[in-house]
C-alpha cells in the first residue's frame, strides 16, 4: 500500500491475478458468451469492414465527440461510436498509458454487455462514493479494473487477471491495446480529446471479434500509478 496526495492506494502480488480469474473463469467464461447474446452483435473488424457502410444517425463526428466528452447521460447509436472512433488519432502504449492511471465511464448503447454492468453495478455502486478506473504499471503489468471510494482508497479487483498494453491494428490502424493475459479479450484506445486538452481516450471493449461495450477513460494524474515513489 502507498500513501499520497491523501490517498491510499493497494497493490497486490502478480500470484493473486493469477488465482483470482482461475476461481472466476466460469464467470468470466459466462461474460464472454454474454456478448454473442446481445441484441445485435457488434462486429467491426471482420475482413470486409472497410467495405461495409458505417451510418449510424449521421450525426456529425464533431458533436459526437462534444457530447462523448462532455459525459452526456444518453444511449448512442453503436454505428456512430464506430465512426466516431475512427475519426480519432490513434495511441500509443508506451506513451500514452504506461504509468497512468485512469478515471472510466461507460458510454451507453443500451445493447451491449458493458450496459448490463452500468445499470446493475456502476450506477447503483457511484450512489455509495464508488468509482471505477484503470493502471498500467507497466508494458506487462495492469490493472483492468481499479476501484475507488470517494478517490481517497483505491484497489484493484483483481478477478479477471492481469493486463498488459501494446499496439495492435483494429479497423485499420494500429493503436494501444490493453490485452487480458488470460482472457480473449481486447479494449482499443484513440484519443478522444483534443492537443492541450485533459487526455482522456474513447476505449472499445472486444471479446474476440464481438464489440462488448463502449467507454472512456480520463487520465488522473493526482493518483500514483508506481508501487514506490521515485528516487530522489
Not at 447503483?124 to 504499471?137: C, I, Q, S, V
Not at 479479450?185 to 484513440?190: G, L, S, V
Amino acid at each position: 500500500m502507498r500513501f499520497s496526495n491523501g490517498r491510499a492506494i493497494v497493490y497486490y502480488p502478480s500470484f493473486v491475478y493469477d488465482l483470482a480469474q482461475f476461481a472466476m473463469f466460469p464467470v468470466n467464461a459466462a461474460i464472454g458468451g454474454m456478448c454473442r447474446l446481445q441484441p445485435s452483435r457488434s462486429v467491426w473488424n471482420d475482413p470486409d469492414f472497410r467495405s461495409r457502410p458505417v451510418d449510424g444517425t449521421g450525426m456529425p463526428v464533431d458533436d459526437l465527440r462534444r457530447e462523448v466528452l462532455e459525459g452526456r447521460d444518453v444511449a448512442y447509436d453503436e454505428a456512430d461510436l464506430v465512426r466516431l472512433y475512427d475519426s480519432l488519432p490513434t495511441v500509443r502504449a508506451a506513451d500514452d498509458l504506461v504509468g497512468r492511471t485512469w478515471r472510466g465511464r461507460i458510454v451507453r448503447t443500451n445493447r451491449s454487455v458493458l450496459d448490463l454492468a452500468e445499470w446493475a453495478l456502476v450506477r447503483p455502486l457511484t450512489r455509495l462514493g464508488f468509482g471505477w478506473g484503470k493502471r498500467y504499471r507497466t508494458s506487462e503489468q495492469g490493472d483492468p479494473l481499479l476501484v475507488n471510494w470517494r478517490r481517497r482508497v483505491y484497489a484493484p479487483i483483481p478477478v479477471w487477471g492481469n493486463v498488459g498494453v501494446t499496439d495492435i491494428r483494429w479497423r485499420g490502424e494500429p493503436t494501444a491495446t490493453m490485452n487480458y493475459d488470460h482472457q480473449p479479450w481486447k479494449d482499443y484506445f484513440r484519443r478522444l480529446s483534443h492537443d492541450g486538452e485533459p487526455l482522456v481516450l474513447l476505449g472499445v471493449w472486444t471479446h474476440k471479434h464481438i464489440a462488448g461495450g463502449w467507454f472512456t477513460l480520463t487520465f488522473d494524474p493526482e493518483t500514483p500509478t508506481a508501487s514506490r515513489a521515485p528516487r530522489a
